[in-house]
């Protein structure tokens, strides 16, 4: 095999190419491939395979993927070349590369396929967000379809030529399966008009376009889709119509719950017409009153924002008059999807094409309680959406791979997978990145696979790469791994080291310190306490993954000095000053500061019971608004988590769950995913609230994980109040527990034995 592409200029970006290929294909093929940044794979014009799956750079991941029997089969595979950096994928120098398998023997390469540039895909578009690359915009005279089916298609021909490309690697993850779902569910018709109040979407991903952040300037845009929608107003009628063809009108769709699909509709335009696929998770009504955007909408239609997470969420066809079938190339999460049309279409369907990890078997949990089964489905959907080949933070802005968010989800998947091959990708990654020069020589990018060229990084989340280490450790016993982390984690902590201050503390520890989204973000400097609870667990989990007493000596000297200038005898205080060289108390309290003292071991409740009794009843994100006001409160990420970690390590079944289902409820009710923060202003998947998923698993059937290498399976007492059963994956097999009437009856997978958990 060798890797190919067409030779492109070199500030060309946002280009792309299909690779063609018609071949008989006899039982029991299958094709290998990999390319950068983005690539789509159809067999006669049904949608195999979306990637690749992220890696390192210098390194790509090939994937192989069956193909159906067939004479003469066309297959084509779609190349995107961004060649811009982001947090979704790395920058690098295009490529493809494939064989075409029969058993073992190869029928076909890469250099047997056509080449063709779709130009029908605008180039100098609005990148998508500041995370991502381009938005999408088309100019399409015909429809792809003959270019699917093997026909004469009227895209320039090109020649492909050998480049230099990655170290290859073969993926074991797998597939999403690409099933079309139709959507039908109508809630709103009307006609465009005129927007009176057109707000102008100017976030950083259009104004900061320079040599850190690349794209499209303003004045270079051919089209700016965004710009062009925020033109238009939307006037309903009284009622939903059941019509086929729309003029210069719009559709809203609901979906019913949250979905990242590729998102495509079939229509006829019965006169040249511009269509605008535009989406999000919420109704702008939804969100707290106080978003300045809805004064920007119509208050008669329903609002649907296209940028309510710093987000181009548009897509635009201009179409000329004939038939098509339309599919986005990137994937996108909404619940709700708006069609506005220009000119006149008669559509036939909208659907989508749900992209997720498809490695959740059916029935994992089921109580007598609905809103518990309800919530424990959203963190399901959430989980699922979030892992598809990196653990990500959302699966609709950023598609990132951050730490912090990679610690909670990891132990989603092995609770919902009962394995870790998209945690061991992700941690894979993190071992194979090379230096980056942006950043401090021993410091791992916050979020990876990415480019991080303005220089952010987060200490903190460098530390919660140690936490997971020893976790996976734990879960897997994958000691090789451990292992070859051992340099760049020795480096880290030497490099942390190197700002501690006369008491063992880190003080002024550069880069972006953050510990979460609320006021505690305001008490970072100088001596922030929550970092350096954080540093006590890092530096206890490197003692315990790498056997050097002299990391728990510092640890242990750490935990004394914590608990000696943060605790004030009733809380512990977030922040120290220096000031005229002595280190100064603030008096400034957060709710989460006293839940990384519990949670990382800081605090206990033996140590200090009457504070661990008032965080208990008074604490909380049901929390009364007269009590305590002098403390601030905490947000979804990461506070209320460690919470509810924290009350599950301690035994607190009865308040956890009626916690978790007075605050989640409502999340699932409105978009069946978990949300980033307390209200829907965020993210409304975001990765890490799948961890809500092990919390339940641990409260309800006292299921606590299992050992692949002792074969243990963990289990702690259940609630004797609810009755359920939970099939639990483990490794290939299935671990099923029965809860009725106070009877608990477990049936262990072959081989396995059960034990009680140590709580580090």
């Not at 297959?75 to 590369?97: D, H, K, R, S, T």
């Not at 399409?140 to 320039?156: C, F, K, Q």
């Not at 959740?360 to 309680?369: A, G, M, S």
């Not at 990891?410 to 945690?423: F, I, K, P, S």
Request: hydrophobic content about 40%.
């Amino acid at each position: 095999m060798n890797m190919l592409f067409p030779a492109i200029q070199a500030d060309e970006k946002n280009v792309t190419y299909a690779f063609r290929l018609t071949i008989s294909l006899p039982p029991d093929s299958r094709i290998r491939l990999a390319a950068s940044n983005a690539c789509m794979l159809f067999q006669d014009g049904d949608l195999l395979f979306r990637g690749p799956m992220r890696t390192a750079h210098g390194h790509s991941l090939l994937s192989e993927i069956p193909l159906a029997s067939r004479k003469d089969s066309t297959l084509v595979v779609e190349v995107a070349y961004y060649g811009i950096n982001g947090f979704y994928c790395v920058e690098e120098p295009p490529f493809f590369i494939c064989t075409i398998l029969v058993g073992d023997k190869p029928i076909a390469n890469t250099e047997d396929f056509q080449v063709f540039r779709l130009d029908d895909r605008v180039r100098k578009v609005p990148r998508y967000s500041f995370q991502r690359p381009f938005s999408e915009s088309y100019r399409m005279e015909t429809d792809r379809r003959a270019l699917y089916v093997g026909e004469n298609v009227p895209y320039p021909q090109d020649t492909a030529v050998e480049v230099r490309g990655n170290t290859l690697h073969t993926s074991d993850l797998s597939l999403p399966i690409l099933n079309l779902t139709e959507l039908t569910n109508a809630v709103e018709q009307g006609t465009l008009c005129k927007n009176q109040h057109p707000y102008h979407f100017r976030d950083r991903c259009i104004t900061q376009i320079g040599d850190k952040l690349k794209g499209y300037r303003l004045d270079e845009l051919e089209e700016f889709p965004v710009e062009e929608l925020a033109e238009i107003g939307f006037h309903p009628y009284a009622e939903v119509q059941k019509k086929d063809v729309y003029e210069n009108e719009y559709l809203l769709l609901d979906a019913g719950m949250n979905y990242t699909s590729f998102i495509g509709a079939e229509l006829c335009a019965e006169t040249d017409a511009i269509v605008f696929f535009t989406f999000d998770e919420i109704l702008w009504h939804e969100a707290l009153d106080d978003i300045h955007l809805r004064t920007f909408f119509d208050s008669k239609a329903l609002p649907l924002s296209f940028s309510r997470l710093e987000c181009c969420n548009v897509i635009k066809y201009s179409l000329k008059k004939g038939e098509y079938r339309l599919c986005s190339f990137e994937p996108y999460t909404f619940r709700y999807l708006k069609i506005a049309v220009k000119g006149r279409i008669r559509l036939k369907r909208v659907y989508h094409i749900p992209y997720e990890n498809p490695s959740i078997p059916k029935d994992i949990f089921c109580t007598d309680r609905p809103e518990l089964n309800q919530i424990f489905e959203a963190g399901v959907r959430t989980f699922a959406q979030n892992a598809v080949d990196v653990l990500t933070d959302c699966p609709s802005r950023e598609r990132a791979g951050w730490l912090c968010d990679s610690f909670f989800t990891a132990q989603a998947e092995a609770l919902l997978t009962g394995g870790n091959r998209v945690e061991r990708n992700l941690l894979e990654s993190y071992r194979l990145v090379p230096p980056l020069p942006e950043l401090p020589a021993s410091m791992p990018p916050m979020c990876y696979p990415a480019d991080h060229n303005d220089g952010q990084y987060i200490p903190n989340w460098a530390m919660f790469l140690i936490i997971e280490l020893e976790d996976y450790q734990r879960r897997t016993g994958d000691e090789e791994l451990i292992n070859a982390f051992g340099e760049k984690i020795r480096s880290l902590l030497d490099w942390l080291e190197s700002y501690e201050n006369e008491y063992g503390l880190l003080e002024n520890l550069p880069g972006w310190v953050f510990v979460e989204w609320s006021k505690c973000a305001d008490f970072v400097q100088d001596v922030n306490f929550p970092t350096n609870m954080l540093y006590y667990r890092a530096l206890f989990c490197a003692s315990r993954l790498y056997g050097e007493e002299v990391y728990r000596q510092r640890a242990d000297n750490l935990r004394a000095v914590i608990r000696r200038l943060s605790f004030n005898g009733r809380f512990f205080e977030d922040n120290l000053l220096r000031k005229n060289g002595r280190l100064v108390a603030t008096g400034n309290i957060t709710e989460t500061c006293q839940y990384y003292a519990f949670r990382f071991g800081i605090a206990t409740k033996d140590e200090d019971p009457v504070l661990y009794q008032t965080m208990v009843e008074q604490f909380g994100p049901l929390r009364s608004s007269y009590v305590h006001t002098d403390i601030f409160p905490s947000n979804a990420f990461i506070g209320n988590f460690l919470r509810y970690d924290w009350l599950s390590r301690s035994d607190e079944r009865k308040i956890l769950l009626a916690e978790c289902q007075a605050y989640f409820l409502r999340m699932a009710d409105r978009t069946m995913t978990l949300w980033e923060n307390n209200e829907a202003t965020a993210s409304c998947a975001h990765g890490f609230a799948s961890y809500l998923t092990v919390l339940l698993a641990r409260a309800v059937f006292g299921y606590w994980g299992f050992d692949p290498v002792s074969k243990t399976v963990y289990l702690t007492e259940s609630d004797s109040s609810i009755c359920g059963t939970a099939r639990f994956p483990i490794a290939g097999q299935t671990l099923e527990i029965i809860l009725e009437r106070g009877v608990r009856s477990i049936i262990l997978p072959d081989g396995y034995q059960t034990g009680r958990p140590t709580l580090p």
